[in-house]
């Protein structure tokens, strides 16, 4: 069954830092999608792409942060200048985008998990 | 939906046992889905099931079923027969615009089944 990977699993960055994130989506799938989970606290929506292009951005996504599809496979975040808080677990999911937008399921990789020092 | 709210944090239930975990919603959106993930400790993120506004029945796979109660805004998730493996944090969520886009996630509860 296709699923969605990410590499690395985990990464430990020194504050300051940059750090890409990688995420091969479901190869089918239309939409891309980043999201982070603080340890212990609920998953957020960072961003949506689809298109070559940003669809959708929470608050969370700013300037810091980046995405790019490079080739026809990968999706990448890539994080400039790391902070503390920027320590959570990762989550990339792709869906298919077809039909009615509302019942688009969402599947995710296994997640990043980011530790910044 | 603009809103998620999952009421509560932890459950303890005896294997075996039917479960219900709680979810109620705060949309505007004529139209839009319900998903339910699973996050087992290892971490991933699987999802469990979806129900639409629209849909007539309630949604059901496996021994997961939802209790789609649209009046009340509500999308309870049913786990028949509980299963040790069945413990995890378990995530209401739905698409924020009623389109395919972020998801807003609830705070999650966290069942723990009992031998």
């Known amino acids: 069954e296709p699923e969605v990977t990410q590499t690395p699993s985990h990464q430990v960055t020194q504050m300051g830092q940059e750090v890409i994130l990688r995420c091969v989506p479901i190869s089918n799938h239309l939409y891309f999608y980043w999201y982070r989970q603080i340890l212990g606290q609920k998953v957020e929506f960072l961003v949506s792409f689809y298109n070559n292009e940003i669809s959708e951005k929470s608050e969370i996504f700013d300037d810091q942060f980046s995405v790019e599809r490079p080739d026809g496979s990968n999706f990448t975040l890539k994080i400039r200048s790391t902070k503390l808080e920027d320590s959570a677990m990762y989550f990339c999911?792709?869906?298919?985008?077809?039909?009615?937008?509302?019942?688009?399921?969402?599947?995710f990789g296994p997640g990043t998990r980011l530790t910044v020092l | 939906a603009q809103k998620i709210t999952q009421t509560q944090p932890g459950m303890f239930v005896q294997e075996k046992e039917a479960v219900t975990l709680d979810c109620t919603y705060d949309?505007?959106?004529?139209?839009?889905?319900l998903f339910w993930y699973k996050q087992p400790s290892s971490g991933e993120m699987i999802f469990l099931i979806y129900?639409?506004?629209?849909?007539?029945q309630n949604a059901t796979e496996g021994r997961y079923s939802l209790n789609f109660q649209k009046a009340r805004k509500s999308a309870n998730l049913v786990i028949s027969a509980s299963q040790l493996g069945d413990s995890a944090m378990y995530f209401c969520?739905?698409?924020?615009?009623?389109?395919?886009?972020?998801?807003?996630f609830g705070k999650g509860t966290h069942l723990i089944i009992q031998p």
């Open positions: 949309t505007s959106d004529p139209s839009y889905g």
């Open positions: 969520a739905s698409p924020h615009k009623g389109g395919a886009d972020g998801l807003t």
């Open positions: 999911a792709s869906s298919e985008g077809q039909g009615a937008a509302s019942t688009d399921t969402q599947y």
């Open positions: 129900q639409g506004s629209y849909d007539q």
